[in-house]
């Protein structure tokens, strides 16, 4: 068997190492975007989010194939328009690497894999650039590189958690660089610790609507599981463009195929009634 393995470059799997992951407090989040940048630094990424959006003072607007990290900037409003009672929402958000991870069950040929640390990780030399993984993905996270583009044109890219820092016990780039510890990196097991604590903390100061998002006890780990990658908000999922309940879509098949079957045959009902007034 080695030889055959020497023969065909194949190599044993490494020995799993723990499962690791981010804990973002958003409660520490002051909008400076360095894990934005030091992400991009460290990973090469091209330069992007020059447009300007409109949408107050987030640039780059949305995770994407070259923006691994996205800084959330959402201004909360009061109706009465008391300036004591408007708040900006900030939250770094960043690949969830998800228990069961929707992206790595939708892709055919294997280039997303669950490395030794946990984490999901695109391979750049298998991805074909199908982009099934894309609409699987509930949070919209991985995106396809533009094809006109010089940055890996066509294949799927998202959040590495820093896997090559990973395998030198480095701690990854935007963690690194975060000024507040907003961002949070560690086993996963002790960061859940962490986030408990640090919600009854704010709950005990009258931060009644905080929570945490991304839990093993959460509803939106019903699906995906507990994530990897999981927050403290200051308000509503909804408020930071987070699904309440995110979908497998193997777990909604059967209803949209119910829903097909449907239209198919009220289709089918109408163009009968139709043809048979006609007839007479």
Not at 94 to 101: D, L
Not at 113 to 141: K, M
Not at 185 to 202: H, I, K, P, S, T
């Amino acid at each position: 068997m080695d030889p055959f393995r020497r023969l065909m470059n194949l190599e044993s799997p490494p020995a799993p190492r723990g499962v690791k992951g981010f804990f973002t407090d958003t409660s520490l989040c002051i909008g400076c975007k360095a894990c934005e940048v030091a992400c991009k630094q460290w990973n090469q990424l091209p330069a992007d989010g020059f447009a300007m959006t409109g949408n107050s003072y987030d640039n780059t607007g949305a995770l994407g194939a070259t923006t691994w990290r996205h800084v959330q900037f959402i201004e909360q409003a009061k109706e009465n328009g008391n300036p004591n009672e408007q708040r900006w929402l900030m939250m770094s958000d960043v690949c969830k690497h998800c228990a069961n991870a929707a992206c790595l069950e939708a892709c055919p040929t294997g280039s997303l894999v669950r490395t030794e640390f946990g984490t999901v990780y695109v391979q750049q030399d298998i991805c074909n650039g199908c982009g099934f993984c894309v609409p699987a993905c509930p949070f919209g996270v991985i995106d396809r590189a533009p094809r006109e583009g010089s940055f890996e044109a066509g294949t799927a890219h998202k959040c590495t958690l820093c896997y090559d820092r990973l395998k030198d016990d480095m701690t990854p780039a935007c963690a690194k660089s975060c000024p507040t510890a907003s961002i949070q990196f560690g086993d996963v097991a002790e960061l859940q610790r962490r986030a408990r604590a640090r919600l009854g903390e704010l709950q005990a100061r009258g931060e009644t609507s905080a929570r945490l998002y991304g839990m093993p006890e959460g509803k939106e780990a019903a699906e995906v599981g507990p994530l990897h990658a999981f927050f403290l908000l200051l308000d509503k999922p909804s408020a930071y463009n987070l699904p309440e309940v995110p979908r497998l879509p193997r777990k909604t098949m059967a209803e949209r195929y119910g829903w097909s079957a449907a239209v198919g045959v009220g289709f089918a009902l109408i163009s009968a009634l139709a043809f048979g007034r006609r007839s007479r």
